[in-house]
C-alpha cells in the first residue's frame, strides 16, 4: 500500500506491506503472516500476526499477538506497546515509546475433550472385536456366559488368583535362569487372558442384560452391543464405575480360564 487512507484499515492476507509513502489516519488491524508497516499510521495497530515490523510513527497503541515484533529506527509510538508473544520485542537503538512496553505469554484456547466422541470410538473398537470373538468362538464364549452366571464367587475368586499371582509366578520364573523362557511364556499368556477378558466383558454383561430382561441369559448380536455400550460407559461413572467393571473383570477372567482350562483337560 503506497498511498493515503482517511479512516481505519482492516487487512486479513498473508502480507502486508505500507509503504513509507503511505499514511493511515485511522488503526490498522491485520490479522495474517506477515506486516511491515513503513507509512505513518495516526490510530491504533491491532491484530495477530506470526511477525510485524514497525518502523514509522504510530499516533496510538500497539497491540498485537504475534511470534516476532520487531520496532525499528523511525518507530514513533506516542502510546503504549502491548504485545503477546514468547519472543522479547526487538528494539532498534533509535526507536521511540512514549507509553510502556508490556509484554505477556499468549493464550491458547485449550480442546475440550469430547467425552461423546472418546466412548464412541472405543465402543466401535471393543464392539467390533467382540462380534469377531463371537462368530468364530461362539461356542466357547457361551460356555464362558453360562459358567459366569453359575459360578459367580468361584469365578470372581479364581480371577483374582490369576490377575495377582500369575504375574508374580512368571517374574519369578524370568529372574530364574532354568525358568525364564517358561515365565516369559507365562508372562504373553498372561496378557492374552487380560485382552481376552476385555473382549468378553461385552458379552457377559449383555447376556446379564438379557437375563434381566427376558429372563434368558441367551446372547445375541444385539444383546453384546448393548453390553459393550454398557461396559463402556462405566468407564465414565465415578466411584460404581470402577467397583462393577472389577467385579465384571474378575468374574469373566476366573470363567475363561476355567474354560480354557477344561479345554486344555480334555484334549
Do not use: W
Request: net charge negative.
Amino acid at each position: 500500500m503506497a498511498g493515503e487512507i482517511k479512516g481505519d484499515l482492516v487487512v486479513v492476507a498473508k502480507t502486508l506491506k505500507v509503504l513509507s509513502t503511505a499514511k493511515v489516519d485511522g488503526d490498522i488491524l491485520f490479522f495474517g503472516t506477515d506486516a511491515d508497516i513503513n507509512g505513518v499510521v495516526g490510530g491504533d495497530i491491532f491484530g495477530t500476526n506470526e511477525k510485524m515490523r514497525v518502523d514509522s510513527e504510530v499516533g496510538g497503541v500497539i497491540d498485537v499477538t504475534t511470534m516476532a515484533l520487531t520496532l525499528g529506527d523511525k518507530a514513533n509510538v506516542k502510546g503504549d506497546v502491548s504485545y503477546a508473544s514468547f519472543n522479547e520485542l526487538v528494539r532498534a537503538q533509535n526507536a521511540q515509546v512514549e507509553g510502556e512496553v508490556v509484554r505477556n505469554d499468549p493464550v491458547y484456547p485449550k480442546e475440550e475433550n469430547n467425552v461423546a466422541k472418546d466412548v464412541l470410538i472405543l465402543f466401535l473398537i471393543t464392539a467390533f472385536a467382540s462380534l469377531v470373538c463371537y462368530l468364530f468362538f461362539r461356542g466357547f464364549l457361551q460356555k464362558v456366559v453360562i459358567h459366569t452366571r453359575e459360578h459367580i464367587v468361584r469365578n470372581a475368586l479364581i480371577g483374582f488368583g490369576i490377575l495377582f499371582v500369575m504375574p508374580i509366578a512368571a517374574l519369578i520364573l524370568i529372574i530364574s535362569a532354568l525358568g525364564s523362557l517358561l515365565g516369559f511364556a507365562l508372562l504373553v499368556a498372561y496378557c492374552l487372558l487380560l485382552l481376552s477378558t476385555f473382549i468378553a466383558m461385552g458379552v457377559v454383561a449383555g447376556s446379564i442384560i438379557a437375563q434381566t430382561a427376558k429372563g434368558s441369559g441367551e446372547v445375541s448380536i444385539a444383546f453384546i452391543l448393548l453390553g459393550v455400550f454398557s461396559v463402556n460407559a462405566l468407564f465414565y461413572v465415578p466411584v460404581v464405575g470402577p467397583i462393577i467393571l472389577m467385579m465384571l473383570s474378575l468374574v469373566t477372567l476366573g470363567a475363561i480360564t476355567v474354560n480354557i482350562y477344561r479345554f486344555l483337560r480334555s484334549n
